[in-house]
């Protein structure tokens, strides 16, 4: 079946209904003065300004264009016992001969969008970029069965791959998106030729002796630490309630604004996103549906192991693997884990940067790709 163009057309409708809901907004009047919530900039003030912003300046049309400058397709793909899903995607290729094929693969709250910002400097580089919108998220379709787990996506983005005439490629990932390629490593190491994550989750290994730590290993691990103990409420909500929840964000623009604006801040580092950034963000669920993307979350809120899939538990990721790591990111394991799960042949470390690497530090994410996929292939 064929590889359809596809571009962004949100109905006039559609925005009509969003402008008269944001018009009817209605927020809480009672706790303007309140010293006692949560501290992630998320205010009365802060949602107040946003929303005027959005109400009177924001241009829907202007993202919906700057993003349709980038190629963008639709093709349906058929995943072994979950039927034929249409999955949308950039695919933008380079001029040079001998190009690499590289699957760029986002998480949640990101959306294929994210790669706009290092599109440009991959292709330069000789990179066949290759971004979907993972099944349920923006543009792409998603299953009515339960089970659609972290090696059924990896089989949807690997028949893409093969339908584009890409039989060996590479594959980056971030937040979800590093569990994927990892799970496309174990699956397809035969087309997967190297893999990049600038997120890495695993359980701590055994170890005869206790590994010494760097200081930037201290410090990521005390980071995860605060993320666990102070900002992982949402993987509860959003893992055990995902519809229930997907009731509220799909039918308020705000309430999906404010969920979505304590994470662009709380998980970055000190980036200064503007009103017209926050909002944009917001819509790539809203408009679709967020619930679909909740419930990756009910699906596989965390892996039991560092290796987990559908082959087993236990199997190690053979393929040269590379890790940025940016100080401020949810979880970053020290390299001595990552050794015991992974052929980790790269590992660099950023003196900042936070979850959203792609779009808060695209220069250095994008010369560590560079230089990690031209020393193994």
Known sequence: MAVSPFKINIPDSELDLLHRKLELTRLPTNIANEKFAEDNGVTIKKITELVEFWRKSYDWRKEEARLNEMPQFRTPIEVDGFGTLDIHFVHSTSSKANAVPLLFLHGWPGSFAEIEKGLAELNKAGFHVVAPSLPGYGFSSYTDKAGFKHAQHAEALHKVMIKLGYKSYVAQGGDW???IVQNLARQYPESVKAIHMNMLMMPKPDFDKEPQYSAFEKATIEHHKWFKEKESAYQMIQGSKPRTLGFAMHDSPVGM?????????????SYPWTPTEMITWTLLHYFPGPTTGFQMYREKVLPQSPTEHAKGPTEHVKVPTGVSAFPKELVV???????????????EEHESGGHFAMYERPKELVG????FYGSVL
């Open 257 to 269: 604004l404010a969920w979505m604006a304590d994470k662009l801040i709380m998980w970055t580092d």
């Open 333 to 347: 394991v020290p390299r001595s884990w990552a050794q015991k799960g992974f052929n980790v042949v790269f590992w």
């Open 368 to 371: 560590d790709m560079i230089k």
């Open 177 to 179: 998106g590093s569990f």
